[in-house]
């Protein structure tokens, strides 16, 4: 047995997550880890945008896994200090009445900062300086602030790549009042309309507001944000986001991309989102959602010795 915060003792115990997401099945993926010297087996189930289908996956599971991620949306947005609902994913969050489930934006708003910190003094690329170009902040609100604290020269495409204005965010307290006006409505309309899911992550580039992939040195955000708009070349540039796959990573290769680092670590040559490794802190702690706070999770990042995933496009 171990011990966890508080001097409680964990079991190690394997235990099973699943994380239920909106996106392609095609992403469907199994692979084991050991995280606090538990085993923790994680497989990824995709519905293709169906959210009624997610729902009952989610009620079918409850009592009978240690923990659920919701993939493919966030419930909660975070933005300087407010939380902002997702009226699709509170559904689902809902929907289990027995087993926790959890969105991954506990995790993020800890793993992502952690990322860029590690990268700014490690990172094959000097960020301070840098121009960058993050694809939309609302949803990874702690990764824009540590681009900000590095130094990076960011612009925001928010309402951009979210809703086809052209007008590029170029600040933080800019992003923040536009978030305070028009946020708590949009997380009222239907997941479909904010976010690819299904196949719609699936769909050939739209080439949306290419002079500002252009402009920028460093592309990040969310991975099927920045793929939906990727112009057909990308050179020499450096890439930033959540999961991808070997796929994923030969796409951006073929547009000439150097660089991509994966704030969540490969396992078995892909990365698991955050909903999958929060749901696996979940089930490993053995505590509820709501109980957990940052310091909770800076300790198992700690314990994992974390640091993002760095691969060279340009090495086989």
């Known amino acids: ?3 966890g915060r508080g001097g409680q003792q964990l079991s190690h115990a394997r235990k099973r997550v699943v994380s239920v997401s909106l996106g392609t099945r095609r992403r469907d993926h199994a692979a084991a880890l050991t995280l606090l010297g538990t085993p923790v087996d994680i497989v990824r189930r995709g519905f293709d ?10 009620r079918e599971l409850d009592g009978r896994v240690d923990a659920i991620g919701l993939g493919g949306l966030d419930v909660y947005l975070h933005v300087a200090g407010e939380r902002y ?20 934006s506990g995790l993020k708003q800890t793993l992502e900062p952690a990322a860029v910190r590690w990268l700014a003094v490690h990172g094959p690329v000097p960020l301070r300086g840098l121009p960058v170009l993050m694809v939309s ?29 052209p007008y590029p965010i170029s600040s933080l307290a800019e992003l923040q009042k536009i978030a305070r006006r028009l946020v708590r409505e949009v997380t009222k309309l239907p997941i479909r309309m904010l976010y690819p899911t299904g196949q719609e992550q699936e769909r050939p580039p739209e080439f949306a ?23 057909p070349r990308i050179e020499g540039k450096a890439v930033l986001t959540n999961t991808t796959t070997a796929a994923d990573r030969a796409d951006l290769a073929v547009r000439g991309a150097r660089w991509v680092f994966t704030t969540t670590p490969l396992l078995d040559g892909r990365s698991f989102g955050t909903n999958a490794l929060e749901a ?33 496009l340009e090495q086989p």
């Open 85 to 104: 609902v997702v009226a699709d994913g509170e559904r689902l969050l809902r929907a289990a009445r027995i087993t926790p489930v959890v969105d991954g």
């Open 280 to 312: 696996a802190v979940v089930a490993v702690l053995g505590r509820r959602p709501e109980e957990l706070v940052p310091a909770d999770f800076e300790r198992v990042l700690h314990e994992i010795s974390y640091s993002p995933s760095v691969v060279d």
């Open 49 to 58: 945008g169906d959210v009624d289908a997610a729902l009952r996956a989610i």
């Open 137 to 165: 902040a609302v949803d990874r609100y702690g990764m824009a602030v540590a681009l900000e604290e590095a130094g990076c020269r960011v612009v925001y495409g928010d309402l951009m790549f979210t809703s086809g204005l």
């Open 209 to 231: 507001f290419p002079e500002e992939y252009e402009r920028a040195a460093l592309i990040a955000g969310d991975f099927h944000l920045i793929r939906r708009h990727v112009p």
């Open 1 to 3: 047995m171990a011990l």
